[in-house]
């Protein structure tokens, strides 16, 4: 009940198209679902992020979709440019009490590859 | 303003050694979270620490044990290294009831021989 489940694995898109990843989760008292960006050798860096009172939320070229029924959100990469190529995570946590508070759970990322 | 810090940016250990990693989290910040990511892997979660005390513990063994100091600080510490260690260790710091919003550090490249 604890696992999220990303895919694909690996997505090559041409520089200026739109990059999207998906995730699902099995755990319905997740209520927090960020997303992060992660270059070689770095540590993953917090992109955006959901709460499931929404739909979706847009920053800058990056939207969350959320579907709270399907269980299921993604990340929409609009006008992907090469300095976009890195490893995304989705991830989820209860952020609203019970034991479960604070510990993220991540997906199996997704190595996105822009060609210029 | 400093975002996480962290302390040694790569360590080499043999089977069977002890291990302490250290974490300063982001200014302002007050818990600090570790997570091991293996090659390829997603991180995951080893625990969590607030006011000075291990607050939630993922599925790691007892050999994984930490401490969080007066100053919000947090070390790992790992006994008995296995080859099965080897990874990267992850230290992430946030504020409690914000959202969960959790910032990295850079990480610690731990490597067992």
């Known amino acids: 009940q604890q696992q999220v489940k990303q895919s694909p694995q690996s997505l090559i898109v041409q520089k200026g198209g739109i990059s999207i990843i998906n995730c699902a989760y099995e755990?319905?008292?997740?209520?927090?679902f960020p997303w992060y960006q992660q270059f070689p050798g770095k540590g993953p860096a917090l992109l955006i992020a959901i709460r499931p009172d929404v739909s979706e939320k847009k920053e800058g070229r990056f939207t969350i979709s959320f579907n709270k029924s399907a269980k299921q959100f993604s990340l929409h990469i609009m006008d992907s440019q090469p300095g976009d190529s890195a490893t995304y995570f989705c991830?989820?946590?209860?952020?609203?009490?019970?034991?479960?508070?604070?510990?993220?759970?991540f997906g199996q990322g997704t190595i996105l590859t822009v060609h210029p | 303003d400093a975002g996480v810090t962290q302390s040694p940016t790569h360590l080499i250990k043999t089977r069977g050694q002890q291990v302490t990693l250290r974490c300063s989290p982001k200014s302002g910040h007050d818990t600090v979270s570790w997570y091991q990511q293996a090659l390829g892997q997603g991180p995951q979660f080893i625990f969590q620490?607030?006011?000075?005390?291990?607050?939630q513990r993922g599925n790691f063994p007892d050999r994984f044990s930490g401490h969080q100091f007066p100053n919000y600080s947090s070390e790992l510490n790992v006994n008995a290294l296995l080859l099965g260690d080897s990874a990267l260790y992850l230290c992430a710091s946030s504020l409690p009831g914000v959202g969960n919003e959790q910032y990295f550090g850079p990480g610690t490249r731990l490597t067992v021989t």
């Open positions: 991830a989820a946590s209860r952020v609203s009490g019970g034991t479960s508070y604070g510990k993220l759970t």
């Open positions: 755990n319905t008292a997740f209520d927090y």
């Open positions: 620490y607030y006011e000075e005390e291990e607050r």
